[in-house]
């Protein structure tokens, strides 16, 4: 038989105690109202909670056993795993009203706190803890509570670390990373007076992982690294892992760090089945470092050429890496990753060529990308692009094939899928710039105008009007 979660959460006595209760209580007096309640008491205490549920519901509000029957109503829905109708059946019940068992009133407490935690409704659960301990000082569900209140204040203290990490104003941010750092805080006070090794009546959480993760979220990552460094290998992976995650979360900005992080853990790991997406992730996020400086460079190239020059080193030492671990990951077809991660980092690897200029490079590269490529296809498409780029920034430009390229593409026509359409937009922005550097302004117009009444999605299309709106403007 399937364990009742009643057990599950350290219930004095179980309902079938209770009924055995209510039942003495009622012997010798017949009430059909009553009689409905009995029968949904011992149906919820046999492991029935939906149809108790079903007999409370035909129990009037002028029922003499109606505030009884909201009670055991609400428990009903806890077993029921209903959290928030729990929360919203309880709203106006005064749970300490002698209308039921005083362990019915404990059990109603004590579900309320797993409700508003399994809800994650961590500013009302304090209170409510408190609460409990006042009224209940002496219940055997205190250690229960306690371990409840520990995870509250991790989560609530992460919670509050991720919310103080995205906000961009910096009083708002020093504000609820004071709130991350007292519940974080308060929480490992919590855990090292904590006698057991881990959560009872949590058993999915790990309270050593919500210890290691605390630290690193407080700062103090030595002492957290110190605690795993004589675990077993599996261990070690999984916290390092999550260390990873974290620091991505809290400080997205740190980049040289986060790099450094990633190195770190797929040369300790290298058998880890999360090797490729690490080394991915590392390619994407040089990739992506080195354009954002490369189009710095572009604007401070005029006014300041040691500045410029320091960010092309920049440009060329985070393309360096990016190439070095996305060609290993090309060269292996992208086995370990999605199909869409794969072509991303196929247009990361060709833009690196495009941006320093190697166009024999990003030639040669192409190739490699259309050999495996079917005609019509995303990889296709790319290819066909960075083809056509070659020959439009060839020595002489070769502008009529380039052209025809980017005609050819642009045939395909929109398929209302942002990757796809991209490259068809992309393949237009190149159509016009060679038509008005080659000075026909008509062809260049001509495609504007096709642009612009496509179906591609609006974003597109404000990217690419943003630019050659004039185009359509002198035309109409």
Same mark, same amino acid.
Not at 26 to 31: E, I, L, M, T, Y
Not at 118 to 140: G, L
Not at 265 to 286: G, H, K, Q, W
Not at 329 to 346: F, I, N, P, V
């Given at each position: 038989?399937?364990?009742?979660?009643?057990?599950?959460?350290?219930?004095?006595?179980?309902?079938?105690?209770?009924?055995?209760?209510?039942?003495?209580?009622?012997?010798?007096?017949?009430?059909?109202?009553?009689?409905?309640?009995?029968?949904?008491?011992?149906?919820?205490?046999?492991?029935?909670?939906?149809?108790?549920?079903?007999?409370?519901?035909?129990?009037?509000?002028?029922?003499?056993?109606?505030?009884?029957?909201?009670?055991?109503?609400?428990?009903?829905?806890?077993?029921?795993?209903?959290?928030?109708?729990?929360?919203?059946?309880?709203?106006?019940?005064?749970?300490?009203?002698?209308?039921?068992?005083?362990?019915?009133?404990?059990?109603?407490?004590?579900?309320?706190?797993?409700?508003?935690?399994?809800?994650?409704?961590?500013?009302?659960?304090?209170?409510?803890?408190?609460?409990?301990?006042?009224?209940?000082?002496?219940?055997?569900?205190?250690?229960?509570?306690?371990?409840?209140?520990?995870?509250?204040?991790?989560?609530?203290?992460?919670?509050? +670390?991720?919310?103080? @990490?995205? %906000?961009? &104003?910096?009083?708002? =941010? #020093? /504000?609820?990373? +004071?709130?991350?750092? @007292?519940? %974080?805080? &308060?929480?490992?006070? =919590? #855990? /090292?007076?904590?006698?057991?090794?881990?959560?009872?009546?949590?058993?999915?959480?790990?309270?050593?992982?919500?210890?290691?993760?605390?630290?690193?979220?407080?700062?103090?990552?030595?002492?957290?690294?110190?605690?795993?460094?004589?675990?077993?290998?599996?261990?070690?992976?999984?916290?390092?892992?999550?260390?990873?995650?974290?620091?991505?979360?809290?400080?997205?900005?740190?980049?040289?760090?986060?790099?450094?992080?990633?190195?770190?853990?797929?040369?300790?790991?290298?058998?880890?089945?999360?090797?490729?997406?690490?080394?991915?992730?590392?390619?994407?996020?040089?990739?992506?470092?080195?354009?954002?400086?490369?189009?710095?460079?572009?604007?401070?190239?005029?006014?300041?050429?040691?500045?410029?020059?320091?960010?092309?080193?920049?440009?060329?030492?985070?393309?360096?890496?990016?190439?070095?671990?996305?060609?290993?990951?090309?060269?292996?077809?992208?086995?370990?990753?999605?199909?869409?991660?794969?072509?991303?980092?196929?247009?990361?690897?060709?833009?690196?060529?495009?941006?320093?200029?190697?166009?024999?490079?990003?030639?040669?590269?192409?190739?490699?990308?259309?050999?495996?490529?079917?005609?019509?296809?995303?990889?296709?498409?790319?290819?066909?692009?960075?083809?056509?780029?070659?020959?439009?920034?060839?020595?002489?430009?070769?502008?009529?094939?380039?052209?025809?390229?980017?005609?050819?593409?642009?045939?395909?026509?929109?398929?209302?899928?942002?990757?796809?359409?991209?490259?068809?937009?992309?393949?237009?922005?190149?159509?016009?710039?060679?038509?008005?550097?080659?000075?026909?302004?008509?062809?260049?117009?001509?495609?504007?105008?096709?642009?612009?009444?496509?179906?591609?999605?609006?974003?597109?299309?404000?990217?690419?009007?943003?630019?050659?709106?004039?185009?359509?403007?002198?035309?109409?």
């Amino acid at each position: 038989m399937k364990t009742n979660s009643i057990i599950r959460l350290v219930i004095p006595l179980s309902l079938c105690t209770v009924v055995v209760c209510l039942l003495a209580q009622s012997v010798g007096r017949v009430a059909p109202a009553r009689s409905t309640l009995d029968q949904a008491v011992a149906l919820l205490g046999l492991g029935n909670p939906q149809a108790a549920k079903e007999l409370l519901a035909q129990i009037e509000a002028r029922d003499p056993s109606y505030e009884a029957a909201r009670r055991y109503l609400a428990l009903c829905l806890h077993e029921l795993k209903d959290q928030r109708g729990f929360l919203k059946a309880i709203e106006s019940i005064d749970l300490d009203a002698p209308v039921v068992p005083p362990e019915v009133c404990e059990d109603l407490a004590f579900r309320q706190i797993d409700a508003l935690f399994q809800c994650r409704k961590f500013e009302d659960i304090f209170d409510k803890i408190r609460a409990f301990r006042t009224t209940y000082s002496v219940s055997h569900r205190l250690e229960a509570v306690r371990e409840y209140e520990m995870a509250a204040l991790f989560e609530r203290g992460m919670k509050k +670390a991720y919310e103080a @990490a995205v %906000l961009k &104003d910096a009083d708002k =941010s #020093a /504000a609820r990373w +004071a709130e991350a750092n @007292a519940n %974080l805080a &308060d929480f490992l006070a =919590s #855990a /090292a007076q904590f006698q057991h090794p881990g959560y009872a009546v949590l058993p999915k959480r790990d309270l050593q992982e919500d210890i290691f993760v605390a630290r690193l979220a407080l700062g103090d990552e030595q002492a957290a690294l110190r605690e795993i460094q004589f675990r077993d290998l599996a261990t070690r992976e999984k916290l390092s892992l999550l260390r990873l995650k974290l620091y991505l979360k809290l400080h997205a900005g740190q980049v040289e760090k986060l790099l450094e992080l990633m190195n770190q853990f797929v040369n300790e790991f290298p058998a880890s089945t999360n090797r490729v997406r690490i080394e991915y992730e590392m390619a994407d996020l040089s990739f992506e470092v080195a354009e954002r400086a490369w189009l710095e460079v572009r604007d401070v190239t005029r006014t300041n050429a040691s500045q410029a020059a320091e960010k092309w080193s920049h440009v060329r030492r985070n393309q360096a890496l990016g190439r070095e671990i996305a060609g290993r990951l090309l060269r292996q077809k992208g086995a370990g990753l999605e199909t869409q991660d794969y072509l991303h980092l196929w247009q990361d690897y060709l833009l690196s060529y495009y941006i320093q200029g190697d166009y024999s490079g990003l030639a040669a590269q192409t190739a490699v990308l259309l050999a495996d490529a079917e005609v019509g296809s995303l990889g296709w498409v790319m290819g066909k692009v960075n083809e056509g780029v070659v020959l439009a920034c060839s020595d002489p430009p070769r502008s009529r094939e380039a052209g025809e390229l980017f005609d050819q593409v642009m045939s395909l026509g929109f398929r209302n899928k942002p990757a796809y359409d991209q490259w068809i937009t992309c393949a237009a922005k190149w159509h016009v710039c060679l038509a008005l550097r080659d000075g026909n302004r008509a062809e260049a117009e001509a495609t504007a105008h096709w642009v612009e009444n496509s179906s591609c999605s609006k974003t597109l299309k404000q990217d690419f009007l943003r630019v050659y709106r004039s185009l359509i403007g002198d035309s109409e």
